[in-house]
Structures are given as structure tokens and as C-alpha cells.
């Protein structure tokens, strides 16, 4: 399994020559590399322009289209995919809406993003997401949790991977805080990919958490 990182929240997935965008921006509208593909599913977790970019990723092999997902079970490609809503902000939702954050299982491990999440963390909200094996959270604050919000959650939830997004990087037009302050106060071993994906198949699943950091000057069109 490959998973590519687009910039802010915009990921692909592939397994199996099935490729799976989530959240999709259209690059330009953020000063991001546009990241075009053709995508057999895309997931949509709330209808905000920095992740309903559905054009970029259509194409003719496209089967299905998630968008703005209710709380219930979807079949991609025979893999179950769970949805369950969270407040886009900690103020139930009145400031910036309702996401859907999702989870599924692929390759014997389970994969959750938790979307724009924005509310406090709840262990009750979170029982749903214990035992996940890889981890995307939001650490940018400003219209989501901050980084001190998704630590709080990472040590809830004890992944074996963590891949940060939905933060400020260099050019970009969105007003968010950077991941330097999630990695300065992180227990956990960070680990700096020199490109935008991974092939996690390459990790050892049995060691503990750990951080995943994309290299970001891929995605910015200020070079």
C-alpha cells in the first residue's frame, strides 16, 4: 500500500492498483501543487473548497463518490468503510459545520482520518477509533483541533503510525499553524520522509508510535 500526500488533507491510497483520493483540493486555490489522478473512489468528508475537488481526480475509471457521508458503512472494492460525524469546531458545529471522519480496514490494518476534526477530545466519541494501526489528524488548529488537542488523541489512541496534516506549509494560502509545535512537544519517534508518499510495507508495524513527516517543499509552488 502507497499513501501519497497531496498538501492539507488531500491524500491518495493505493492498494492493489485501486487508488482512493480523500478530501482532494485543486492545488491552485491553496498556491499548492495540483495533484491530478484518476482515482477509482473519492472520499469527500465535508463540502469546504480546500477538499471537494472532485474534477481532479475523475476520471473514467471512477466508481463511486462519497460525498458528505451520513454515520454509516460503505463497500469500497470489498474493503468496509465506517463513517461517524465530529464537530468541525468546538462549538457543536456553528462555526465551520460537521465532518466525517472515517475508518477501514486494508492489508490487515486499520487506516483512520479523522478529517477537520475540531472538538475537544472525548474518550467516548473515541472508543470507535481504538486499536487503529495508522492515524491521519489535523494539527494546524485554527479552524481544527491544534497540535496540543491531537496529542491528547494520539496518546487516546495509541496508533502505530501518525501522518500529520491539515497544517500551514511554506506558500500556502491557508491561515493555519504550521507542524513545528506538534513535532517540538511529540514523545514519539519522528520520522522525515524525503518525498510526498510512502509504501507502508516497508514499516515494522510492531515497534511503536510513530510520526510520519512528509517532505512538504514537493507540494509548494514557492520554491
Known amino acids: 500500500m502507497r499513501i501519497t500526500w497531496?498538501?492539507?488533507?488531500?491524500?491518495?491510497?493505493?492498494?492493489?492498483?485501486?487508488?482512493i483520493a480523500v478530501d482532494p483540493h485543486d492545488g491552485g486555490s491553496l498556491n499548492l501543487v495540483k495533484c491530478k489522478v484518476s482515482a477509482d473512489y473519492i472520499i469527500v468528508t465535508h463540502n469546504h473548497y480546500d477538499h471537494n475537488a472532485i474534477k481532479i481526480v475523475m476520471g473514467n475509471q471512477t466508481k463511486n463518490i462519497i460525498k458528505n457521508p451520513v454515520n454509516k458503512t460503505y463497500s469500497l472494492n470489498g474493503m468496509e468503510l465506517n463513517f461517524f460525524q465530529f464537530n468541525h469546531d468546538n462549538f457543536d458545529g456553528n462555526l465551520f459545520g460537521k465532518v466525517y471522519a472515517f475508518k477501514f480496514k486494508i492489508n490487515d490494518l486499520v487506516l483512520a482520518n479523522l478529517s477537520d476534526i475540531g472538538e475537544k477530545f472525548n474518550e467516548n466519541k473515541m472508543r470507535d477509533f481504538i486499536n487503529?494501526?495508522?492515524?491521519?489528524?489535523?494539527?494546524?488548529?485554527?479552524?481544527?483541533?491544534?497540535?496540543?488537542?491531537?496529542q491528547k488523541y494520539i496518546d487516546y489512541l495509541k496508533p502505530k503510525m501518525v501522518i500529520p496534516m491539515h497544517y500551514w506549509i511554506y506558500g500556502s494560502t491557508l491561515p493555519y499553524d504550521s507542524i513545528d509545535n506538534f513535532l517540538k512537544i511529540s514523545k514519539y519517534e519522528i520520522i522525515h520522509i524525503n518525498e510526498n508518499f510512502i509504501d507502508i510495507n516497508e514499516l515494522n508495524f510492531k515497534d511503536?508510535?510513530?510520526?510520519?513527516?512528509?517532505?512538504?517543499?514537493?507540494l509548494s509552488l514557492e520554491k
Open 208 to 218: 511503536k508510535t510513530k510520526i510520519i513527516v512528509f517532505n512538504s517543499k514537493l
Open 132 to 150: 487503529v494501526d495508522i492515524l491521519m489528524i489535523p494539527v494546524g488548529g485554527v479552524t481544527t483541533i491544534d497540535y496540543l488537542e491531537a
Open 6 to 19: 497531496c498538501g492539507n488533507s488531500y491524500f491518495i491510497i493505493e492498494n492493489n492498483g485501486i487508488k
